[in-house]
């Protein structure tokens, strides 16, 4: 069973080993569930295959002959690889890799092409924050997203995240990367994670960013602004994109730094002189980071309630408001852009503000809307000294 204090993979089972065989016999045994749906997925992957069967009727036989055909008349159970997941003791027969990825991602094509599909899987992502970037992991993960991904965070699950990150109160109390990565595993066993469970420091960063070798996307959704700068030194050094989303309201604000392409490019775009970033410290006090990561955002670009809000907080809020629909929001434009970058699509640096707001309603457009947002903006960069 899953503790806090450790996290246990799952275990892949060759049942093809004599002494593998033995222990899935002993899971089939003690397993609180088991999944063996080995049957039923060759049989969807010979529509997926054959996709003219749809305007006929499909013999039984031919189905039965396309199993044998992966099979080759062995008894099934010694077919694909039987995952074991000790925190839930739950048992699951998986087919092979390649196969059950053929499989998962078959509904993604032709929007994602077989051969952009082999390249995003292949690919290594690190995601540093598992609130914001817990949606960006299962988006990535769904999409049929990199195998190879590291994931950072320091903190537990909290009841208050809650409103933000897809769980249940079931797991209040473990780790925000075991969260993640078991969500991963379940969906995908062959995934190959590096998990920071104690969050990144100084000194790890390099092991973060650079080992094995240096991932393709960093989503950087950190809270420590100190952290968030060193990072982007780093990536930057080594010509790593950076992407990030900040919430607001009901939308977001995204960012991306393309170091691949632009390897002296400002840091947040030049929003903040470089020379003030580099002297931020772990002691910088919360007010100052407030400042400088508003100028980074841009003031007019947050929303009012929010402005209203941050303004709060230390008096009727103990911290800044964060909604599940900015975070969903954030997750889909990560994975987007990770998968844009990743296939070497067209992709510009820049500061893009993503607002359903702006979009949909249509109040946000209007004389008065525009001058009351005016005069809270005024208000919001007074109190925080911006100029």
């Known amino acids: 069973m899953s503790k806090k204090n450790n996290f246990y993979k799952p275990l892949l089972l060759n049942p093809r080993s004599k002494n593998n065989l033995g222990k899935i016999n002993k899971f089939l045994k003690t397993a609180n569930f088991i999944v063996d749906e080995i049957d039923n997925q060759i049989s969807e992957l010979f529509y997926i295959r054959h996709p003219k069967s749809i305007f006929r009727k499909v013999k039984k036989s031919e189905l039965s002959n396309f199993r044998k055909s992966f099979y080759e008349q062995q008894d099934k159970k010694l077919f694909g690889t039987w995952v074991y997941y000790p925190w839930n003791n739950h048992l699951v027969h998986f087919l092979p890799e390649s196969l059950h990825t053929e499989i998962r991602t078959s509904r993604n094509r032709n929007l994602i092409t077989k051969k952009e599909q082999e390249k995003f899987y292949n690919a290594s992502i690190a995601i540093a924050g598992l609130s914001v970037g817990n949606s960006s992991v299962a988006n990535l993960l769904y999409s049929g997203g990199p ?56 000194k790890n960063l390099d092991n973060f960013l ?95 309630r929010m402005q209203g809000s941050l303004l709060e907080i230390g008096k009727s809020l103990y911290t800044w408001p964060q909604l599940g629909n900015a975070a969903f929001l954030a997750g889909c434009a990560m994975s987007y852009l990770a998968r844009k970058i990743i296939l070497e699509e067209s992709l510009k640096s820049g500061k893009f503000n993503l607002s359903l707001d702006h979009v949909l309603n249509p109040e946000y457009q209007s004389k008065d809307f525009l001058l009351k947002k005016k005069k809270s903006t005024n208000e919001f960069k007074k109190v925080l000294n911006i100029p």
């Open 147 to 202: 195998k190879n991904m590291h994931l950072a965070d320091y903190d537990h699950l909290a009841a208050s995240n809650i409103n933000r990150i897809r769980t249940t109160f079931i797991n209040v109390g473990k780790k925000k990367t075991d969260l993640s990565a078991q969500e991963v595993y379940e969906v995908n066993p062959y995934s190959n994670l590096k998990l920071f469970r104690n969050g990144l420091n100084i």
């Open 210 to 304: 650079l080992k094995p070798r240096s991932v393709d996307v960093l989503i950087e959704e950190m809270d420590n602004l100190y952290l968030k700068v060193q990072i982007r030194l780093l990536a930057r050094k080594h010509r790593i994109p950076v992407i990030m989303a900040a919430d607001n309201g009901d939308n977001i604000i995204v960012d991306i730094e393309r170091f691949d392409l632009e390897p002296n490019r400002p840091l947040l775009h030049g929003d903040v002189p470089e020379k003030e970033l580099l002297a931020i410290t772990p002691e910088t006090p919360k007010i100052e980071a407030a400042r400088i990561i508003s100028r980074w955002v841009h003031p007019e670009n947050v929303v009012p």
